[in-house]
């Protein structure tokens, strides 16, 4: 029976993501049960679609992983899932094909590999393709959005936080003390994630805030 791993992430930590996130896992374990694989690892990501994949913590562990423990699959919910850029897809498309790691993703009905190991005649394309397109989209949102916020400005819209609404360091130290007592005690920033259900990005901010 072939290895797989599951990498799943969605932008946030906040309860409805997260039952995404669970959903995208339920939806890939269904499909490895039915195509014979065996999940060996899940990944799972709470970062912003817009993060470069070098601030992807938990992406690169995924791929390490398969590497290091010769998976035959890594499954995605998505193409979107593991890039922000066309250029980063197909980074980390090279890199799997680089050591016969296909990658299957859900939404797309599309895998990397061939039955025989070598990518697929059309995949290199569609994957190039899909990505760019999803580049434009991405694009074309933060351009509504910058738009947006400034005509909310020019009409005298107020921005920025409240006052009184940025914590002291000593309100941070005491409502994420769990985090660094777990950090100082030599635990991973994903496993202290899972432990105090708090997001990867969450937990490398307080790391670097307290613990470094």
Do not use: W
């Amino acid at each position: 029976m072939k290895k797989a791993v599951i990498y799943a992430r969605v932008s946030s930590t906040i309860e409805r993501n997260r039952q995404n996130t669970e959903r995208q896992v339920l939806d890939l374990k269904a499909y490895a049960e039915y195509a014979n694989l065996e999940v060996v690892e899940v990944f799972e990501e709470y970062i912003s679609g817009g993060k470069r994949n070098d601030e992807r913590v938990i992406l690169q562990d995924a791929i390490d992983y398969c590497i290091d423990n010769k998976v035959d699959i890594l499954l995605t919910s998505e193409l979107s899932r593991i890039g922000r850029s066309t250029f980063e897809v197909l980074e980390t498309v090279k890199t799997l094909i680089d050591h016969k790691i296909n990658l299957y993703m859900q939404k797309e009905q599309l895998t990397l590999l061939d039955d025989n190991g070598k990518p697929s005649m059309f995949a290199p394309i569609m994957l190039a393709t899909l990505a760019t397109c999803a580049q434009i989209e991405r694009d074309n949102i933060q351009f509504r959005l910058s738009s947006g916020y400034k005509n909310y400005k020019a009409n005298g819209g107020k921005v920025g936080r409240k006052k009184g609404s940025i914590k002291t360091t000593e309100q941070k130290k005491e409502e994420y003390k769990e985090i660094i007592q777990l950090l100082k005690k030599g635990y991973s920033v994903r496993n202290v994630a899972k432990i105090s259900n708090r997001g990867i990005s969450t937990v490398q901010r307080i790391k670097t805030d307290f613990c470094l």
